[in-house]
């Protein structure tokens, strides 16, 4: 397949995974290291500090590994904390000099920094404003988005407001994430003001002046239903509304559905909501982001696995997997909302539960796996590209086997090896094959 020139081949990873090393450098506590303290809350005991990579330290290493692969993009993230640790107010320089550094080295190797704002770890000092569910969090988070476009706007071509928002749900209102209530009301307040957070990123944004794009992520697990049995039919219905949907109605369409305004209604856990925060949601964008990993059986025979047992957003089917799924999820998304952006796909992977253990013949880790359901990943980008849609990139999740949130150490998606112990990188056979392809790739263009 010839990709378009400009394709960014690419790896992600976010701060709070990879940077560890505690409250080095001025950073301030995050909601994941206070949550990370709590009896059980991670499944292996682990915490953001040591069960991160040491990126912080590390980050030539982690080039030097980027550009063996042959990336031209790199997706990660800005630690809010580490910036301003108080989440507003006093800017860290010791935080802002050591992104400069990283995305300056970056483009000076030819790779291209794509630059999450929020990832999931809100400075502790904001929540114990009352974070995400109060309603200031806009001001707040529009405060650090300008300082990040007025220190890095002229150095950071593309710039992503807010990774699934859907984290904050399921930590505000399931109790699986940071900060770990368990009130869907404020669950779902918390994940309303983080989309009207999202909209005065952006207007903050095209306030600064700042050149590049900006884009939002949200990730997308489909709901199939297992039969044609109403019941299940309408379970997949439900699942689709409260989930993935409720972020896309309101930041691609035209707002929430009715089904889900009746239902929270009827539950008693509706949010606040203003006008303001409609108009500052709608705010044009360059670029949708996709997450994509598999589509999810449901129906009423199906149990679902908790959400904090893979570290991912929801609970997912590991009996089968379904790369080729991304093709009819985004056509259905760009269908339903008419949607004429470009698309990057900014994160894709495979995830392993446990360890990975080289082969005493050769060393190597052999995640066959991980390969197989790559390549029919990137089979799919290619099948979509020939069908004319405007794919812009393509982000494997992730660089290197890391903190994976409440599944810790437990559940590893890199394709190097990370050990935890010493924090050594070692290439496993995936990333000797992603290597490959990019390069056979770009031999086209």
């Not at 969090?137 to 002229?154: C, H, I, P, T, V």
């Not at 710039?159 to 859907?166: S, Y």
């Not at 239903?225 to 993935?244: C, G």
């Not at 290197?400 to 056979?429: L, P, Q, V």
Request: aromatic share 14%; glycine share 10%.
């Amino acid at each position: 397949m010839k990709y378009p020139k400009g394709f960014k081949f690419g790896v992600a990873t976010c701060a709070a995974q990879v940077e560890g090393c505690g409250l080095d450098g001025g950073r301030g506590e995050s909601i994941w290291d206070v949550f990370a303290r709590r009896p059980g809350a991670i499944a292996d005991g682990t915490n953001p500090s040591t069960g991160a990579c040491d990126s912080y330290r590390l980050f030539d290493v982690d080039l030097w590994n980027m550009m063996d692969l042959g990336v031209n993009a790199y997706r990660m993230s800005i630690a809010w904390g580490r910036v301003m640790p108080e989440g507003i107010g006093r800017i860290n320089q010791q935080g802002v000099d050591y992104y400069k550094r990283c995305f300056e080295k970056l483009l000076k190797a030819g790779i291209e920094p794509n630059v999450t704002l929020y990832h999931w770890d809100l400075p502790w000092a904001l929540e114990n404003r009352g974070g995400w569910m109060n309603r200031d969090s806009k001001y707040w988070f529009q405060e650090y988005a300008a300082n990040m476009f007025r220190l890095f706007g002229d150095i950071v071509p593309t710039w992503v407001t807010v990774n699934e928002p859907i984290a904050t749900y399921v930590g505000y209102g399931q109790g699986f994430f940071a900060p770990g209530y368990t009130n869907k009301r404020w669950g779902n307040q918390a994940r309303h003001n983080i989309m009207t957070a999202h909209g005065a990123g952006v207007e903050a944004f095209r306030a600064s002046g700042a050149k590049g794009e900006i884009g939002v992520v949200i990730d997308i697990w489909k709901r199939i239903p297992i039969s044609d049995d109403p019941e299940d039919v309408e379970r997949a219905h439900d699942e689709d509304e409260e989930n993935w949907k409720f972020y896309t109605d309101r930041l691609l369409g035209s707002g929430y559905s009715q089904y889900i305004l009746d239902k929270f209604s009827r539950e008693g856990t509706l949010m606040d909501m203003e006008d303001e925060d409609f108009r500052l949601s709608n705010l044009p964008i360059d670029f949708y982001g996709m997450n994509y990993y598999n589509t999810v059986p449901v129906g009423k025979s199906k149990v679902k696995r908790v959400a904090g047992e893979n570290g991912g957003n929801f609970a997912e089917d590991r009996d089968t997997t379904n790369p080729e799924g991304m093709a009819p999820v985004l056509k259905m998304i760009m269908d339903m909302y008419s949607l004429k952006l470009p698309v990057y796909i900014t994160e894709n992977g495979f995830g392993h539960a446990g360890a990975e253990t080289p082969d005493p013949k050769d060393g190597m880790i052999h995640d066959d796996k991980r390969i197989n359901y790559l390549s029919r990943a990137l089979r799919t980008v290619e099948g979509m590209l020939a069908e004319g849609m405007d794919i812009r990139g393509y982000y494997l999740w992730s660089l290197m086997d890391n903190f994976e949130w409440s599944a810790g150490n437990s559940y590893r998606y890199g394709i190097i090896h990370t050990d935890f112990a010493t924090y050594r990188r070692t290439w496993k056979k995936s990333a000797y094959w992603y290597r490959d392809y990019i390069r056979q790739s770009l031999s086209h263009l």
